[in-house]
C-alpha cells in the first residue's frame, strides 16, 4: 500500500533530489579496487563524496584508482591486502583506523573464484574459493559491523552472483556454493544488525565483462554468445553497471532497505531457461 502525502503515514518529507544520494564526508573501504567493480564502485562513492580506503593486491593500480579520486577532491588511502587471509583483513581495518578513524560504507567486491568439475575438482580448490569469497568477505563484514554498530550505524553491500540463488553448471560448482553462503550471509547480518542501523546487502551481476573473463571468452568464443543468450538487455555487463547502485545503497536513499539481493544482469533471471531472445517462427505457439 502507498500512502502519498498522508502525513498520518508520513513521519519524514524527503526532497527527490541528488540530495539524498550525497556521501559527503562519508567514509568507504572498497576491496577490489584496482580494476573492474570495485574500482567502477570506488570512482562513484567518490564521485558522490566519499572518501575511500582502496583495497587490492595489486598497489599499484590501486594507486591509479585513489589518484582519480583524489583529482576529484577527496582523501584516498591504498592498502595491500590478500581477501582470504583473515590477518591481513584484520590489519586492514587497523589501517583504516588509523587513516579515518570511521567507516560508513563497506563494498566486498575482491575474490577469486576457481572452476573445476565437480567430480574432479579437489578439495584444496573448493576450500581455496571459500576462502577467498566467504571466509574474507564474512571477516571484512565483521571488522566493518563492529565499528558500524559501535558508531550507530552503515552500510555493508557484498558482491554475490546469479550463482547465489541460481546454478550455473559449466564447472561452478565451487564457485556457487561459495556465493550461495554470501547470499545467506547477506541475509544473516541484515537480520542481526537491521535493528542497530547496519544495513547488509548483496548485488548479484550476471557476466560483467573483466580481463578474466575476457581471458575465457578468447580461449572459447562460443562463451560470449552463450552469454548473450541469456541476456534479454542483448549485452553484457560493464563494471560501470555498478555505479548507481553502489551509490543508492551507500545513501539515506536507500534506508529502509537491508537483506536485500538485488540482481544486475540485464534480465537474465526473469528470462526462464528455455526463454529465448528470438521467436522461432510464427506457426509456433509458445
Known amino acids: 500500500m502507498v500512502f502519498g502525502d498522508d502525513e498520518r503515514y508520513c513521519t519524514q518529507k524527503l526532497p527527490m533530489t541528488t540530495k539524498m544520494f550525497d556521501l559527503s564526508g562519508k567514509v568507504a573501504l572498497v576491496t577490489g579496487a584496482a580494476q573492474g567493480m570495485g574500482r567502477a564502485m570506488a570512482l562513484a562513492l567518490a564521485e558522490a563524496g566519499a572518501h575511500l580506503m582502496l583495497v587490492d593486491r595489486n598497489e599499484a593500480r590501486a594507486h591509479e584508482t585513489a589518484i582519480a579520486v583524489k583529482e576529484m577532491g577527496r582523501s584516498a588511502f591504498v592498502a595491500q591486502c590478500d581477501v582470504s587471509d583473515p590477518a591481513q583483513i584484520r590489519e586492514l581495518f587497523v589501517r583504516h583506523d588509523r587513516a579515518f578513524g570511521r567507516i560508513d560504507f563497506l563494498g566486498n567486491v575482491a575474490g577469486d573464484g576457481i572452476l573445476g568439475a565437480p567430480e574432479t575438482i579437489s578439495l584444496e580448490d573448493v576450500e581455496r574459493c571459500w576462502r577467498n569469497l566467504v571466509l574474507g568477505r564474512f571477516c571484512a563484514c565483521q571488522e566493518a559491523g563492529r565499528r558500524m554498530l559501535a558508531a550507530g550505524g552503515g552500510s555493508i553491500v557484498n558482491i554475490g552472483s546469479l550463482a547465489s540463488i541460481s546454478s550455473l553448471g ?70 560501470d553497471d555498478i555505479r548507481g547502485l553502489a551509490v543508492f545503497l551507500a545513501s539515506d536513499a536507500s534506508s529502509w532497505i537491508t537483506g536485500t539481493l538485488i540482481p544486475m544482469d540485464g534480465g537474465n533471471l526473469s528470462m526462464n531457461a528455455g526463454g529465448s531472445l528470438r521467436y522461432p517462427g510464427k506457426n509456433l505457439q509458445p
Open 170 to 239: 559449466r564447472g561452478h560448482i565451487a564457485y556457487s556454493m561459495a556465493m550461495g553462503a554470501v547470499a545467506q550471509m547477506t541475509r544473516e547480518l541484515s537480520t542481526e544488525w537491521a535493528g542497530r542501523g547496519v544495513r547488509v546487502n548483496a548485488i548479484l551481476p550476471a557476466q560483467v565483462v573483466n580481463p578474466g573473463l575476457e581471458h575465457r571468452m578468447a580461449e572459447n568464443p562460443a562463451l560470449r554468445e552463450k552469454f548473450l543468450s541469456g541476456i534479454p538487455a542483448g549485452r553484457l555487463g560493464h563494471p
